[in-house]
Structures are given as structure tokens and as C-alpha cells.
């Protein structure tokens, strides 16, 4: 197994912040042309500034210590850059920023509060991750898990939504408290955004993707994958998959297939997990991966995630 070049995730982060760049300057020239809120610079200053926080998260992400501490830090500075420039009078192009700058706290925010939540279930019960069984009957070896069934597009699509509703929402707020003659102190704005708007909001969204949790089981065997769930088993043979992805560790775990007409993503990572487990995926194991190679397919390794791509004549 080949490992990712380093550089690789830095040229993700790299695109992220462009597209963010690209959206934060059409809101700017939106905003000179007109008012900044009008509802298309407004939509696009939102969807920037939920780009910046997006890439800031997988900047944390990226190292190996002090990411927990970090991430409070940025969360943070965040808030309190939005808290300062939306009591700001700077004009439209100031107005523009301190649109971005909401989402992106709110999406650095509600990514912290995920870490916490996450670490306050693992250390407040014995925990196991889950671990592959004997798969005697097809010569292999499964994992038994919760996830959701959910294709990335649609989750990226709801986590738009609820940064969009989020953003939206504080703007309101602010507005409302403005009128009120409330915003005299930036704990109260912070304690606004926080408890009256992230929260609800994190909080409906991990509702309403974890709420779609079901038991699975994932198994490799000599030539096949199968995954056994509510509605039966899809069976991928190795030598019809295009590409497979899986992602180990938590919050992120997830495995992708895609093969000629049909494609299947199992949100682990995202998933309420059964008691006594984590939300997690185990290691493939050399055998699966030597499987899966000899039926043409290549695997390489970033950080977590083992891609396996379907080697072209």
C-alpha cells in the first residue's frame, strides 16, 4: 500500500479556500453594486465565510496534538471577530465580512461542540471500538456497526442549510437585540449566539442525521463486499468496484463504494453507535486488502482514509 503525498490534503484545504475566496469577492462586488443586504450577496457571503470556517476545521484536523486546544482557541477568536465586526459600521464591504465572519464561527463552534460531546460519551462509559468477526461461512471477516445511509452530497446539502439557517438566525438576533438596546457587551451577543443559536441549531441537525442510525454489518470475503442491513444485502464483487473508500477513527468514519450503476455511503462516524461501542471503523485487515489488489484495484493511504480506485488499462 502506497501513502497519499503529504501535500495532498493541503491542495483540499488549498481548493476550499478558494471556492470560500471566490464567493467572498462576488458578495463584495454584489455588495459595491448594490446593498450588502440584498439577498445574493448576502447567500454568498454566507456560503464564503461557511467555506473559511470549513477550511479552518480541516486545518485543526490535520495535526496530531494540541488539536482540541487549538480548536477552542480559533472557535474563540472567531466569535469574537464576528461579535466585533457585526457592531461595526464599516459600509457594505465591513457589512459583507461580518456576514462571512457569522457562519464561520458558528460552523467552528458547532464542530467544537461535535469534539466535546464526542469526548464526554467516551469518557463517561467503558467504551470498545468495534472489532471484525470470523465470517466462517464466506471465508472472510465482518464488523457489525450503526450507520446512516446518507450520500455525502445530501449531507453537504443539510450542513449548507443549517449554516445558512444558523447564519440567518444570529443576524436576526443581532438585530433584534439591537433595536432592544441589548448589545451593550460582547458576552451577551456571545451568549446569544452560543446558547440561542448554535446550540438549537447543532443540535437539530445531529438529531436529524444520527435519528437515521441503523445496525449494519460490513463484510469482506474472498471476492465480494457485502452489507447486510434493514432493507437485505447489496453485494459489491471486488472485480465490479470502480472505487472504495474507508475512513477509520471517529466523527468521520464512513465507507463509500462505488461500482458500475450503483454506489452505497455508510455514515459510521455520524451515527448514534450501540452501547458499549464507538462510533468508529476498524483497520482492514492485510488479507481484505490483498483481495481487493488482486482484483485490480489500487489503494493509497491519507492520513485515515484507504482509497482503493480501479487500476485503468
Do not use: C, K, N
Not at 466462517?136 to 455525502?152: S, T, Y
Not at 442525521?209 to 459489491?236: K, M, Q, W, Y
Request: no cysteine; hydrophobic share 55%.
Amino acid at each position: 500500500m502506497t501513502d497519499a503525498p503529504a501535500d495532498h490534503r493541503a491542495r483540499s484545504l488549498v481548493w476550499v479556500l478558494a471556492g470560500a475566496g471566490i464567493l467572498l469577492v462576488l458578495a463584495l462586488v454584489l455588495a459595491g453594486a448594490g446593498s450588502a443586504t440584498d439577498f445574493a450577496p448576502f447567500l454568498a457571503a454566507l456560503l464564503g465565510g461557511w467555506g473559511v470556517g470549513i477550511a479552518g476545521v480541516r486545518a485543526i484536523a490535520l495535526l496530531r496534538r494540541g488539536a482540541l486546544l487549538l480548536h477552542v482557541l480559533v472557535a474563540a477568536a472567531a466569535i469574537a471577530l464576528a461579535v466585533v465586526l457585526a457592531r461595526a459600521d464599516a459600509g457594505p464591504f465591513g457589512a459583507v465580512i461580518a456576514f462571512a465572519a457569522l457562519p464561520a464561527a458558528a460552523w467552528l463552534t458547532l464542530t467544537l461542540l461535535g469534539r466535546l460531546l464526542s469526548l464526554v460519551r467516551t469518557t463517561g462509559e467503558e467504551r470498545h471500538a468495534p472489532a471484525w468477526e470470523a465470517d466462517d461461512e464466506r471465508d472472510g471477516a465482518l464488523v457489525r456497526v450503526r450507520a446512516v445511509r446518507l450520500h455525502l452530497a445530501t449531507l453537504i446539502v443539510l450542513l449548507i442549510a443549517a449554516t445558512t439557517v444558523a447564519g440567518a438566525a444570529t443576524i436576526l438576533l443581532m438585530i433584534w437585540l439591537d433595536r432592544l438596546d441589548l448589545l451593550r457587551g460582547a458576552r451577551v451577543v456571545i451568549l446569544a449566539v452560543g446558547l440561542v443559536v448554535v446550540l438549537p441549531v447543532f443540535l437539530g441537525f445531529r438529531a436529524l442525521v444520527r435519528g437515521r442510525a441503523v445496525g449494519h454489518a460490513i463484510g469482506f470475503g474472498r471476492s465480494e463486499l457485502r452489507i447486510d442491513g434493514p432493507g437485505g444485502t447489496e453485494r459489491f464483487p471486488y472485480g465490479d468496484i470502480d472505487e472504495l473508500r474507508w475512513r477509520e477513527g471517529t466523527e468521520y468514519a464512513r465507507l463509500e463504494v462505488r461500482s458500475a450503476g450503483h454506489r452505497r455511503t455508510l455514515l459510521v462516524g455520524q451515527a448514534r453507535p450501540a452501547p458499549g461501542r464507538t462510533a468508529e471503523l476498524p483497520s482492514l485487515s492485510r488479507r481484505t486488502v490483498q483481495h481487493l489488489e488482486a482484483a485490480g484495484l489500487t489503494p493509497s493511504r491519507g492520513g485515515a482514509v484507504t482509497i482503493f480506485r480501479r487500476r485503468q488499462p
